[in-house]
C-alpha cells in the first residue's frame, strides 16, 4: 500500500497549485490538472487528525462541507485567475463557464470596468465549480489513500494506516493469522484478548 500511495503522487499532473504555463492546451490537460489539484487540495488542506478517530471513510463530497476545503476551493480558484490568460483558457476549456451567474445571478458582472475583469470572475467561478466537481468525485478508499488512513472493518472507525514492515509483521504475528483484517487499535486489542 505504501508503494502505491507514494506512486500516485508521482502520476498526478505536475502543476500544482501553480498552473501551467500560462494557460491550458487542451481541455484534456485543463481537466487533468483540475483533478490534480483536487487530489493536492485533500492532501494539503485536509488534517489527518480530524479525520482519524470518525465513524466511517469520508469521501471528496463528504469533505466539500469542511470548512478548510471551502477555504481551499476559494484560495486554489483565486491563484488559478492570476493571469488573464490563464482565465481566458478557464472559460474556454470548463464546463462550467456560466458558474458566476449561477452563483451571482444577474449581477454576476455587476462592478467589472473590462474584458479582462469580466474574463477573471467568469474563470473564477467555472474554476471554483470544476475543482469542487473534481472534488466530489474522488471516492472514500482514494481520500483513505491519500491520508494514508484506513476503516476498521469491526467498528468502522478512521485510524492512522501509516504502519512499518516491522509494525506489519509484529500485528500479523500477534494475531495468528496468515491474512489480517484491517482493525482499529481498540478492535485490535479486543482480538487479543479473544485469542488467549
Known amino acids: 500500500m505504501q508503494i502505491r500511495r507514494t506512486l500516485m503522487f508521482f502520476v498526478l499532473p505536475l502543476n500544482v497549485y501553480g498552473g501551467c504555463e500560462m494557460g491550458y492546451a487542451t481541455d484534456s490537460d485543463y481537466r487533468e490538472s483540475v483533478e490534480g489539484d483536487a487530489y493536492h487540495l485533500i492532501s494539503d488542506h485536509v488534517d489527518r487528525a480530524d479525520v482519524i478517530g470518525i465513524n466511517g471513510l469520508p469521501s471528496g463530497s463528504d469533505l466539500l462541507g469542511w470548512d478548510s476545503v471551502t477555504d481551499a476551493l476559494h484560495e ?51 474554476y471554483y465549480e470544476d475543482l469542487a466537481h473534481a472534488l466530489n468525485e474522488i471516492g472514500a478508499e482514494m481520500v483513505a489513500e491519500i491520508l ?32 489480517p483484517k484491517e482493525l482499529c ?12
Do not use: P
Not at 451567474?101 to 470596468?113: E, I, Q, S, V, W
Not at 512499518?164 to 491474512?179: G, I, N, P, T
Open 76 to 126: 486554489r480558484a483565486d491563484s488559478e485567475c492570476t493571469y488573464h490568460s490563464t482565465c481566458d483558457d478557464i472559460v474556454k476549456h470548463s464546463n462550467n463557464s456560466n458558474a458566476a451567474f449561477n452563483h451571482m445571478g444577474d449581477n454576476a458582472l455587476h462592478g467589472c470596468k473590462s474584458n479582462e475583469e469580466v474574463q477573471t470572475r467568469l474563470a473564477y467561478y467555472a
Open 148 to 179: 494514508a488512513v484506513e476503516e476498521c472493518e469491526e467498528c468502522s472507525e478512521v485510524f492512522d494506516a501509516s504502519k512499518s514492515e516491522e509494525e506489519e509483521k509484529d500485528r500479523a504475528e500477534v494475531l495468528h493469522q496468515l491474512d
Open 185 to 196: 487499535q481498540d478492535c485490535r486489542t479486543g482480538e487479543d484478548e479473544e485469542d488467549d
